[in-house]
């Protein structure tokens, strides 16, 4: 009774998530790439995959595509074990881009296509629907090798999702695109996410994290060494240090008057006016309230800002602490 | 379609439509069929021309009578100008050479003591006909001396023609041991042409793909194996459909080029043809015979050959190229497959020297038959072995091992397959390829 209630729950638990590793462990002869990694992927979530480059997100990615076979632990897609079925839900588009150079482009989008399992009139509407939007309609006869790196990887990203996959893995989608071409994508992937896909994000690109991810892991050295929401992870790395800049006639004396009571750091930014500026680090219990209170009594505040670690310092904080 | 049918669909098409496949399948009979042409040309052309040779004989033993003249060489007398004028004419050019038979006390030692002399080394069809023409003479002439009737000699001769039989009660003669040979030798030496050919077509087109990087996102859609079967798949029947191309174009222009040129296609064939079977065929080459030639290829054991052919070959085909497909998926450029195809092309090569020294001499000798068993010579050679006979069971024995081999090979290859094409950068040892047969999944 008390079993299958239990399997019952953890059934629910996973139908929430589209992706779940649990303890994959892979080895290439005396190499770990991967050691006890498990992963927790929601659905319609945008989960950045982040690690230093050799860290083994790629081999994770292989994994979940089957492309290579883990020796230990089990990948559970949708709720069940991956099964070889499953490649037809699954988009990738690898960090090496690849298409056949003398092959044309509609061809080669169609045969692809009908790789994912798509038939060939299903293939061909919604190749038009891609096609039409990137405005790409010209280059269906157009060999890839006659298009500029740019155009290919248009070509790149609609094979990618024209299955209409329930997980897609980018591995660094935005190298190679201009800013603009960028932005167009970053937005289709977050229209797919609403719609419904669950969107893999692998990248050391931490501007774009911050953008786009709602979850990340942290893959160091073939060890998950982080994994959680970007705004927990973001919670549980902030400093309580806060800039704070006053425009003061006497601001040595203000800075004095602030170093009896608060651990004040020297800083460096822009404001309008010259006056003081501080990094100042509160002590536990202490309460960010009082100390603007006490800024205002010393003159006009005009800067107040927490130091929130971005997505880059964590990385570089979580991987230096790991090594 | 299933995968594997759009695979094998794709590597075909993209092989057919490929500029130098076009070029090759339609120029290649052309050219193989002028130069055929030229050669036999050219050959026409050198026996038109005439030699001139003339003979001094100092022994007085040679009449003209010793030196018929043939269509290529027309002798004559100078004995009675003496050698040395005679040797500044041919060195004017008046005469291509001259013979010189001196006067000796023995025909041993005349045998062993006449001269020729030439301008340009002549060539050794033109000597030996000389020895020979000299030797009937000095052996006649020592017969005479024994006392002995060249007519008795002469009505001696008897031509014994052995019929052949085999234990089935067939019948089989020279003509027909030339076919077999034939038979043997074109189908081992096509599947050669054939498995190095498209062999290597397959590895180029698996380099390709991991250049372009594509293969990754295949993978993932499809197994490796799915993919490398396809391509093996896929590239052998554009390879059959060149063959075949071939044939029947290498069929219409030999009729064009008789009608045009006037060059007799069957001279050409014969001509590549060892000359003791070119005897054979010219025997029969009289009308009552040619029902002969019918009958004795409709006796060959046709339906038998065609379907060994088609294991042989394919099974051959499947063997090599899962190989070529493994050598690759290890490398990252073509020119970087040397060392690798090396002990690939080796069984291949030795398959058909062996095929042709051993087979056509003793098509059941120990040595024909033991490499037309060991599987990576065996498509090769039992081909070559086939249209003599072979046993049941050393058939069974060959066929076996070629499937046993070929699945494992094809395991094999596809282990280094799915682990090579997602590996870059540096250039494996053979030590790598092993470690990577033995990683798991």
Known sequence: MYGKYVSKKLNEKRMNNLLEIKNVVKTYGDFTALNDVSLTIPKGSVFGLLGPNGAGKTSLIRIINQITMQDAGEVYFDGKLLAPNDVEHIGYMPEERGLYKGMKVGEQALYLAQLKGLSKSEAKKRLKYWFDKFDISAWWDKKIEELSKGMAQKVQFIVTVMHKPKLLIFDEPFSGFDPINAQLIAKEILQLRDEGATIIFSTHRMESVEEMCDYIALIDQSNKILEGKLDDIKRAFRTNTFQVGVETANPKEVAARLKQLYAVFPADFRIINEGLKLNVTLKKGENPNDLLSFLTSQGQVQHFVELVPDANEIFIQAVNKNS | ?441
Do not use: C
């Open chain 2, 1 to 441: 379609m299933s995968k594997l049918k759009l695979i094998i669909h794709r590597e075909f098409i993209a092989k057919v439509r490929n500029k130098s496949f076009l070029i090759m399948t339609f120029l290649s009979p052309i050219l193989m069929v002028v130069m055929g042409a030229l050669v036999v040309f050219l050959m026409k052309k050198n026996d038109e021309k005439v030699k001139d040779i003339v003979y001094v004989d100092a022994s007085g033993l040679f009449t003209k009578a010793n030196f018929k003249d043939s269509k290529t060489v027309k002798y004559q007398d100078y004995t009675a100008l003496g050698l040395t004028e005679t040797k500044n004419k041919v060195e004017n050019g008046d005469f291509y050479g001259v013979l010189y038979i001196p006067k000796k006390d023995s025909l041993e030692l005349l045998a062993k003591s006449i001269e020729f002399y030439s301008t340009d080394s002549p060539g050794m069809s033109l000597m030996g006909g000389l020895e020979s023409k000299v030797e009937i003479h000095l052996r006649n002439l020592k017969l005479t001396h024994f006392e002995i009737d060249l007519m008795q000699i002469k009505a001696s001769d008897i031509d014994s023609d052995i019929k052949m039989f085999n234990f089935s009660g067939e019948e089989s003669s020279k003509l027909i041991n030339g076919l077999k040979i034939a038979v043997g030798a074109i189908a081992g030496y096509l599947l050669m042409m054939f498995v190095m050919i498209y062999g290597t077509s397959v590895m180029r087109s698996v380099i390709e793909e991991k250049t372009s990087r594509i293969v990754e996102i295949i993978v993932s859609s499809v197994k490796p194996f799915q993919l490398m079967l396809g391509k093996i798949i896929g590239n052998a029947s554009a390879g059959l459909l060149q063959f075949f191309i071939w044939g029947v174009l290498l069929f219409l222009i030999s009729i064009v080029a008789s009608v045009v040129f006037g060059v007799d296609m069957v001279e050409m064939q014969t001509s590549k043809i060892p000359a003791d079977q070119l005897n054979a065929a010219k025997e029969v080459v009289n009308p009552d015979k040619i029902q002969l030639i019918l009958q004795e290829i409709s006796r060959l054991p046709i339906l038998k050959l065609f379907v060994l052919f088609i294991f042989y070959f394919l099974g051959g085909f499947f063997l090599y190229s899962s190989l070529f497909a493994a050598v690759g998926a290890a490398v990252d450029n073509e020119t970087d497959t040397q060392q690798f195809m090396l002990p690939i092309m080796l069984p291949l090569i030795l398959g058909v020297y062996v095929g042709f020294a051993t087979v056509m001499n003793d098509p059941h000798g120990p040595i024909a038959t033991i490499f037309s068993i060991v599987p990576f010579t065996s498509p090769i050679v039992m081909l070559m072995r086939v249209p003599f006979g072979v046993s049941w069971y050393e058939l069974a024995i060959s066929m076996a091992l070629l499937i046993v081999t070929f699945v494992f090979m094809v395991w094999i290859a596809a282990k280094i397959y799915r682990v090579g094409i997602l590996m870059y950068g540096k250039k494996p040892t053979y030590k790598d390829l092993y470690k990577w047969i033995k990683y798991k999944g």
